[in-house]
């Protein structure tokens, strides 16, 4: 069987769970990893030992996957880097006949987004954002009960990323930027210069795909809000007083940012992004339809018309779920249980793979990456804007004028 | 003792709650009853009996109210009438130097509120919007914790009215309108007629005094969406096949209204209208401060920073409802326990009749109800301009330009 050749850009907190997950395919042979962080590479070593393979090429400049891309054969690329250094990467890769994987990323101009359209369509690269929330098992239940009627016809959604992130983006003292450990390096500085859905895929992912965006669908309006930005000096003033320097006015991402999207069929959609507070992890997904609500927050809550009685809740709604498991799910669950971290994980990179095994286009396109991230430059617009209500491109055609700014 | 006079306006669904509620307190006088519907007066005999008391003047005429202002010396009225009603009623009895409570209503136009605002003026009368949410239970903990800081500086609020009325919006044989049985003979004509939030007051009354609007802070904006309206032909087509001629394209009502608002201070609002759709009864509160989260739905889930594990939700969130309790509610509970109905409705009473006795404003007063009732009117505009933001009228303020349209 010929193994589809895999090179890694980045091997950071999310690129080590996809190198594992492909170790653990016998379908896959990683012949390059790109990593300037050594202090990564132990755990890179550490990998290939435990799966017995042989050690691949390492890069370790940051410029290592231009050389990489000139110099190894591969099948196909998988992305995973800070968010500063996705697009250039991600332009650069998509010029090589190879499939691309990326690992939910953030845009910061739809500039951005037209050049990596324009890349593609003139190379015909394949792309696919590796949203794994898209093979959550619940989402996969639901996308199958929606599929089968149970919810009637969609009216509404919603969705986000809510998650505690104060200490990701600040280290144990209090720091951030150059110096600073883990994400709070690259991550923080999004919080001083950006105000709008720095993160939306998680969320607008799953959504989208119950939506049938970009299958006859499509989102035609966003007008989004920022809440006013003091978690994260006040978090900052909590642990080290408020004169640190952190616990300053010099944050302007809102702590709350939600955004309305409408669609051409008529159903309407929130998003909502908060990652300054304290709360519970949460995507925060809720289908409304004709027959029924799924909403997901503290749990899973159900109430089907033809399954519940009026005005109840469904008493176990993990029953329903069961019944309900997307196929895929029901067939390869016990492979995906011994996957790194996630299930979820699982499912996505083997999407990816079997499109490429398969020369086919994968379930999540190119056109869907550049529409569920055109939300982050959109969102900041409309708020500079006075939640202005922005038309929403769409990747498909060409660039139109209101898109332009 | 001198006991309150009141003359109530309206005792169907609503009005016979506040009658009964009136009838219990030994510091009322009902001197008064209009309704011209006559299928309510035997409840209403029933109850002044049950009560021990004489049977007031009853009114059977719908003008009937313009006789018992002008005939009748009264403390105050309580009017509790289908929306319709509610405006030229509540301008009428303005005028007069009594008490105005007004059970939760919609207005269809910032005309009729600005008009209200004038007679307020004029005469100086007292009126509160009887919203008996701001005084349930949990919004009166909610309150008291968020007082006492254990929330830290609010930046985000969520609530609104998702109530499954399609039940109430048609009759057992799917009709609505005049002939039709209880409501569906007068509120699903809005659903006709208009696309909005049209019942805003539950959902905001709570979240505005949360973030103590009129009290220092204000709300500058609003924006509203429309999901497409398919849930209440969908309920007749299933009920009556689809040829019923109540199962046709003929109501506007989107099924899901959202109104996103922003204030002075810095916290955004989402409000949400559910009425067409299956799901069990929610007012769908959500809390966000710096220092924690609550969120009502499927029961209360409490996230405080100071009682709470990193990322955990609370495990017995009941806990800390009872020991943050209000005060009002720990004294008058066991009183407000033998109410009709809901205890909310006890306490919302004890404020109005309590600011009559003392001859002080009441807790929330007109400028309170006009800007919650504003939000149908500019939910509806808001819509029907293509989700454009429009400024939010400041009702103690004079009548700007934006506000006019």
């Known amino acids: 069987m010929h193994k589809v050749k895999i090179g890694l850009i980045g091997a950071g907190y999310r690129g080590i769970i996809h190198l594992e997950n492909c170790l653990q395919r016998d379908d896959v042979n990683i012949k390059a990893v790109v990593e300037p962080n050594i202090e990564h590479h132990q755990k890179i070593h550490q990998l290939f030992k435990k799966y017995k393979q042989p050690l691949p090429t390492i890069y370790k400049d940051s410029n290592g996957y231009k050389e990489m ?3 190894i054969t591969l099948d196909a690329v998988i992305i995973s880097v800070p968010w500063d250094f996705f697009f250039e990467i991600t332009a650069f890769v998509l010029q090589f006949p190879v499939y691309v994987g990326i690992e939910a ?8 987004l037209y050049t990596l359209k324009e890349i593609k369509e003139t190379h015909g690269t394949q792309c ?36 505690d992130l104060r200490s990701i983006k600040f280290d ?24 709008g859905d720095l993160y939306p895929t998680h969320g607008i992912g799953p959504i989208a795909s119950f939506l049938k965006i970009n ?9 989004s809000h920022a809440s006013k930005s003091v ?3 006040s978090y900052v003033a909590k642990h080290k007083g408020e004169h640190h320097p952190n616990a300053k006015d010099k944050y302007i991402l809102g702590d709350v940012i939600t955004s309305t999207l409408t669609t051409k069929n008529g159903e309407t959609v929130i998003l909502t992004h908060n990652t300054n507070v304290p709360r519970p992890y949460s995507l ?22 033809d399954y519940t009685d009026r005005d109840e809740w469904m008493n176990q709604p993990h029953q329903i779920f069961n019944k309900y498991d997307h196929p895929d799910w029901k067939k390869y669950q016990y492979d995906a249980a011994k996957t790194a971290r996630h299930q979820m994980d699982y499912f996505v990179l083997k999407e990816f793979i079997e499109a490429i ?39 498909k055609e060409k660039r139109t004028e209101e898109a332009i700014y």
């Not at 925060?284 to 018309?305: A, D, P, S, Y």
């Not at 396109?365 to 491109?393: C, H, V």
């Open 69 to 71: 891309m000139t110099s």
């Open 357 to 395: 095994k398969s020369h086919r286009t994968p379930k999540y396109d190119i056109y869907d990456m550049l529409t569920w991230l055109a939300i982050s430059p959109l969102s900041e617009q409309s708020i500079k804007e006075g939640n202005r209500t922005i038309k929403f491109p769409n990747f």
């Open 231 to 233: 978690g994260l000096k």
């Open 215 to 223: 299958r006859g669908n499509e989102f035609v309006s966003i007008v």
């Open 172 to 195: 144990e003292n209090m720091n951030y930027g150059e110096g600073a450990k883990g994400e709070a390096s690259w991550r923080t500085n999004h919080s001083i210069t950006r105000n």
């Open 105 to 112: 990323a953030s845009a910061t101009s739809l500039e951005q």
């Open 128 to 163: 696919m954002l590796l949203e794994n929330t898209c093979f959550h098992r619940d989402v996969m239940a639901i996308q199958n009960m929606i599929d089968q009627g149970l919810f009637g016809e969609l009216v509404h959604c919603r969705g986000g990323y809510e998650h």
């Open 284 to 305: 925060g997904f809720r289908v409304q339809g004709t027959k029924g609500i799924w909403i997901q927050e503290h749990g899973n809550h159900l109430h089907l018309e």
